[in-house]
């Protein structure tokens, strides 16, 4: 058996295109969203780049406030504040990661929490767990579930297990699949790097979803026959992006996997759009 190749381009290209639909039948200016680049590293400035040319594809007005990496956390958290403050800015992303003399969770929790676009700040934290609608949700988590949904996996009522609890990915994810609502409604496990027989839980796994940040910690060993594998890891072997899973050996055990790059990569971009637009409608 070789597994089906979930391609998260293809389903990330569809939803743009959906989005592009809903922006261009809109009365008024578009969403806009601005984004906080702090210094000069490489990997956040491609980041970035290819976020802004998502935009300009579907009708979002990006802007990119770079900041030097020598900034005064002061100085950037009012820069934020204005950002809050300005009617003419739907969502503020953060672009991570932010030199060390800055503090991560101050600089994100500063975020307004209506214009949080990644979805990181304590309040939407809350408004996820409880299954309140107005939460905004992690693009990455988000991204997760609409690849589950659009590739006829549906997380109902299946065991899904998680190797990783990070706030980024992890802990969001089983909230938002542990809902009472349509695309979750899963018994979920969380397992990590300190879970003992951590093989044990992973084979009973109906969807396994590894998001360790671990290049190719997850074996045919950890996987059950017949199981959906979604990796969410990105690492660099020299140049080459690889993921948590051993994908050549999975797919033979897998019923369906996501390849690294062109799976869940594209998916956060993709809701990244969708949580701006979301931000501009319920803010407007």
């Given at each position: 058996?070789?597994?089906?190749?979930?391609?998260?381009?293809?389903?990330?290209?569809?939803?743009?295109?959906?989005?592009?639909?809903?922006?261009?039948?809109?009365?008024?200016?578009?969403?806009?969203?601005?984004?906080?680049?702090?210094?000069?590293?490489?990997?956040?400035?491609?980041?970035?780049?290819?976020?802004?040319?998502?935009?300009?594809?579907?009708?979002?007005?990006?802007?990119?406030?770079?900041?030097?990496?020598?900034?005064?956390?002061?100085?950037?958290?009012?820069?934020?504040?204005?950002?809050?403050?300005?009617?003419?800015?739907?969502?503020?992303?953060?672009?991570?990661?932010?030199?060390?003399?800055?503090?991560?969770?101050?600089?994100?929790?500063?975020?307004?929490?209506?214009?949080?676009?990644?979805?990181?700040?304590?309040?939407?934290?809350?408004?996820?767990?409880?299954?309140?609608?107005?939460?905004?949700?992690?693009?990455?988590?988000?991204?997760?579930?609409?690849?589950?949904?659009?590739?006829?996996?549906?997380?109902?009522?299946?065991?899904?297990?998680?190797?990783?609890?990070?706030?980024?990915?992890?802990?969001?994810?089983?909230?938002?699949?542990?809902?009472?609502?349509?695309?979750?409604?899963?018994?979920?496990?969380v397992v990590h790097s300190q879970s003992e027989h951590?093989?044990?839980?992973?084979?009973?796994?109906?969807?396994?979803?590894?998001?360790?940040?671990?290049?190719?910690?997850?074996?045919?060993?950890?996987?059950?026959?017949?199981?959906?594998?979604?990796?969410?890891?990105?690492?660099?072997?020299?140049?080459?992006?690889?993921?948590?899973?051993?994908?050549?050996?999975?797919?033979?055990?897998?019923?369906?996997?996501?390849?690294?790059?062109?799976?869940?990569?594209?998916?956060?971009?993709?809701?990244?759009?969708?949580?701006?637009?979301?931000?501009?409608?319920?803010?407007?």
């Amino acid at each position: 058996m070789s597994a089906t190749i979930i391609d998260g381009k293809a389903i990330a290209a569809a939803i743009r295109s959906e989005l592009k639909t809903k922006i261009d039948q809109l009365t008024g200016r578009p969403p806009a969203l601005s984004v906080v680049l702090v210094g000069d590293d490489p990997s956040s400035h491609a980041y970035v780049r290819m976020k802004r040319r998502a935009c300009q594809e579907v009708g979002i007005r990006s802007e990119v406030l770079l900041f030097p990496s020598s900034i005064e956390e002061s100085t950037l958290l009012s820069e934020i504040d204005r950002l809050n403050q300005s009617p003419e800015v739907d969502a503020i992303l953060v672009q991570l990661p932010l030199p060390k003399h800055l503090s991560t969770s101050k600089v994100l929790f500063h975020v307004a929490s209506e214009k949080d676009v990644d979805g990181f700040h304590p309040v939407n934290a809350g408004l996820l767990l409880i299954g309140d609608a107005q939460a905004k949700i992690p693009c990455t988590p988000l991204g997760v579930q609409e690849l589950l949904m659009r590739s006829s996996f549906d997380p109902a009522g299946k065991h899904v297990v998680i190797v990783g609890r990070s706030n980024i990915v992890g802990k969001p994810l089983a909230a938002l699949l542990m809902q009472k609502r349509e695309g979750s409604n899963a018994t979920v496990t969380v397992v990590h790097s300190q879970s003992e027989h951590l093989r044990s839980y992973t084979q009973q796994a109906d969807i396994l979803i590894a998001a360790m940040g671990q290049p190719h910690f997850i074996t045919p060993s950890h996987v059950r026959e017949g199981a959906v594998v979604i990796d969410v890891g990105i690492s660099y072997q020299g140049k080459k992006m690889v993921g948590d899973v051993m994908f050549q050996e999975v797919k033979q055990k897998a019923a369906a996997i996501t390849p690294v790059p062109g799976g869940v990569g594209p998916m956060t971009v993709a809701m990244l759009l969708k949580n701006t637009l979301q931000c501009y409608l319920e803010n407007g």
